[in-house]
């Protein structure tokens, strides 16, 4: 999450509807398809949801960026599951990549359970969201449209397209001193260090792309160990999104679903942080692109860094003037959907992607920032 947040300001009602009936006619071709024969269109469906009352339109798009935000979640931890996790009837998808899934293992016996409990637990946001939307009688979200990326070639994967990258990463882990510090708070405008400082420059993967990426152990491990970071990275994202999200809904129902996923956002959070604490210490370069990563030996760091300090430190909240508290952080809720897209490009999830999916994203973000809390609602 970024510490300060750019809100573009709303762009020209042309474009924007344009763009919503392309995302909805996307999700027109799955559960949204009822909607469409019920002859309600995307331009007028906003203001049905003002006029019957079961929505505000503020609440669907809340609502909509987190079904989106899901969908693209789902999507790289299915990639994820296919070659590291456990494939069966829950999470169905390739055939799992043995080399992959044991240097996974080094972090800890369990990640492969792990990995595939966080993408059954990611299919179900996904799900549950665009499910209470058709149910109140707004339009779900579909991003299949642009499900155009190749991924990895490597043995265990399904080769199917995907719609978000693991293989050109460029990882954040400044969460890592930021629930370390007991100072700071990055709404109040502080910054922190990274963790893993080499993740933050160049593009690395997290998955084998083929398998001539297994053929090298430490490189390998090195692979394994990006995706390591990644979990937490990705995690702690949900884990302010939510909050910052909850504090504009309208209903009270709409804000139980955001405060009660929310949490299970942190939950994973807050596993694989300590998961990504035991990542053995090496340097690997990159046989592809010749870039350097190195991970440094946390168990030894100083306490900014431990690796098994993975409780939050409380730091300052609200005001400086009050005691320091234990929290989650950001959750300054201006601008939060348009920093998560800002993010997650950073991140290079979508490096590949078409200019049309960012500004369906864009869309998506700036109508969930303009959401205002009705507060006549309940
Ligand atoms: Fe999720
Ligand atoms: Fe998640």
């Not at 935000?69 to 009837?89: C, K, M, P, R």
């Not at 420059?201 to 990006?226: C, E, K, M, W, Y």
């Amino acid at each position: 999450m970024t510490n300060s947040v750019p809100r573009s300001g709303k762009t020209g009602s042309n474009r924007r509807s344009f763009l919503k009936r392309g995302a909805f006619a996307a999700g027109a071709a799955t559960v949204g398809a009822s909607l469409f024969e019920r002859g309600i269109s995307a331009s007028d469906h906003d203001e049905r949801e003002d006029r019957n009352g079961r929505l505000t339109r503020g609440d669907a798009a809340l609502l909509r960026f987190a079904a989106a935000a899901e969908i693209l979640e789902t999507d790289f931890w299915v990639q994820y599951n296919e070659l590291g996790g456990v494939q069966d009837s829950e999470v169905p998808g390739g055939t799992g990549n043995v080399a992959y899934t044991n240097a996974l293992s080094v972090l800890d016996a369990d990640m492969a359970t792990y990995i595939h409990d966080n993408t059954d637990d990611e299919f179900t946001h996904q799900n549950f969201l665009n499910a209470y939307l058709v149910s109140k009688g707004a339009a779900p979200i579909s991003l299949e449209k642009f499900r155009t990326l190749p991924g990895s070639s490597a043995s265990g994967s399904s080769g199917k397209l995907r719609l978000t990258n693991l293989m050109q990463l460029t990882l954040d882990t400044s969460w890592w001193t930021r629930y370390r510090s007991d100072s700071k708070n990055p709404d109040f405008g502080d910054t922190f260090p990274q963790a893993i400082p080499s993740l933050a420059v160049g593009r690395h993967t997290a998955i084998p792309r083929t398998d001539s990426d297994t053929s090298d152990p430490n490189f390998l491990q090195a692979i394994a160990n990006t995706a390591g970071f990644h979990f937490p990275t990705i995690e702690q994202g949900g884990n302010s999104l939510y909050p910052s999200m909850a504090q504009r809904a309208s209903s009270v129902e709409v804000l139980r679903i955001l405060i009660s996923i929310g949490p299970t956002e942190t939950m994973h959070f807050q596993t694989w942080s300590d998961k990504a604490g035991n990542a053995p210490p090496l340097t690997a370069v990159d046989p592809v692109t010749k870039v350097s990563v190195t991970f440094p030996d946390l168990s030894s760091a100083g306490e900014d860094l431990k690796a098994n300090l993975i409780m939050p430190e409380p730091c300052p909240f609200l005001s400086r003037d009050l005691p320091v508290c234990s929290i989650i952080r950001p959750t300054e809720t201006k601008g939060i959907a348009m920093g998560v897209v800002k993010f997650l490009t950073d991140m290079g999830l979508f490096i590949g992607q078409s200019s049309e999916f960012f500004a369906v994203m864009t869309d998506l973000a700036q109508d969930a920032d303009s959401a205002r809390r009705d507060r006549d609602r309940d």
